[in-house]
């Protein structure tokens, strides 16, 4: 059986890139990154030609949900969605130092195999941080990469060491990380707060006892799905109200669907609110 929790990358691939150092694109210090803003089945839509789906502005094209946090010891991802390939390297981030997961959902989850390639340059395997429920659901759905069928793979399946989470802070590549419960219809999600920037999507329901520790933040990161309600997200009406009660000084929607065209729906936020958007980068202090 593979051990997931000290593996070893695959020799030969390992030689092809001993002298592959992705420094150049690794340094993201300071720094947030937008892979994707866009809700589980992406903008455009396959077969939508509504106006947003047919737009020319790139702003309105969204792949799903996950952002990358540069903290002082390394790059954090944020979920592992079904684009994350085609995000990294849109964005010339060369190595993922650890990942964090929100939830279990597939749209959240499903790109997990494209870490693969990242303990041939750590030189372990990745540290990934969820909780049980969502440990769980990777163990399932990425089952290959957890049985004794693994070997057949001569390395080839995701080698992952999982550090389980909870409601307690911890600590991950330097920094201190606050997880807030999150409600998303019955789904259990974490919310996260590093410093003042926090991060809160796949919900339509933060409990009193997680808005206490959204307090005074900079940056809010918040899921705004659509204009008319929805069972699982915050509308855009809701996540406005939600964002004028915490007051962060600015507020950033993501997940966002079709019916959500960029240049309109900016141009009519309040003050201080705006619709994130795939590439986005924020300056950010740990
Ligand atoms: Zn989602
Ligand atoms: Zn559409
Ligand atoms: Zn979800």
Same mark, same amino acid.
């Given at each position: 059986m593979l051990n997931s929790e000290n593996p070893t990358p695959e020799p030969a691939l390992s030689e092809n890139l001993a002298n592959r150092i992705p420094s150049p694109q690794a340094d993201l210090s300071g720094q947030l990154v937008f892979l994707g803003t866009g809700t589980s089945v992406g903008v455009?839509?396959?077969?939508?030609?509504?106006? @947003?789906?047919t737009s020319d502005n790139p702003r309105n094209q969204r792949t799903r949900c996950s952002l990358v946090f540069g903290l002082p010891d390394g790059n954090l991802l944020v979920d592992t969605t079904p684009d994350l390939r085609t995000q990294l390297l849109r964005e010339r981030i060369g190595i993922i130092h650890a990942t964090l997961f929100t939830h279990e959902h597939a749209d959240h989850v499903f790109g997990l195999d494209d870490l693969r390639i990242f303990p041939h340059y750590l030189g372990h395997s990745m540290p990934i941080y969820c909780e049980d429920h969502v440990e769980a659901r990777i163990r399932k759905s990425f089952d290959y990469a957890f049985t004794d069928e693994a070997k057949a793979y001569a390395g080839g399946v995701p080698q992952v060491a999982f550090h389980r989470i909870g409601l307690?802070?911890?600590?991950?590549l330097g920094q201190q990380i606050v997880p807030l419960r999150l409600w998303h219809g019955k789904f259990r999600v974490l919310g996260f707060?590093?410093?003042?920037?926090?991060?809160? @999507?796949d919900t339509n329901r933060i409990p009193d006892e997680s808005r206490r520790l959204l307090e005074g933040l900079d940056v809010l990161i918040l899921d705004a799905l659509r204009p008319?309600?929805?069972?699982?997200?915050?509308s855009l009406d809701e996540a406005v109200a939600v964002a004028q009660s915490l007051k962060p000084k600015r507020t950033?929607?993501?997940?966002?669907?079709?019916?959500?065209e960029h240049a309109w729906a900016n141009e009519n936020l309040p003050s201080g609110m705006e619709l994130a958007y795939d590439g986005l980068r924020l300056e950010w202090s740990p």
């Open positions: 455009p839509v396959i077969g939508c030609d509504c106006p @947003t789906c307690e802070p911890f600590s991950a707060r590093f410093g003042n920037v926090a991060y809160c @999507t008319r309600p929805h069972a699982t997200h915050f950033l929607f993501t997940h966002m669907s079709h019916e959500i």
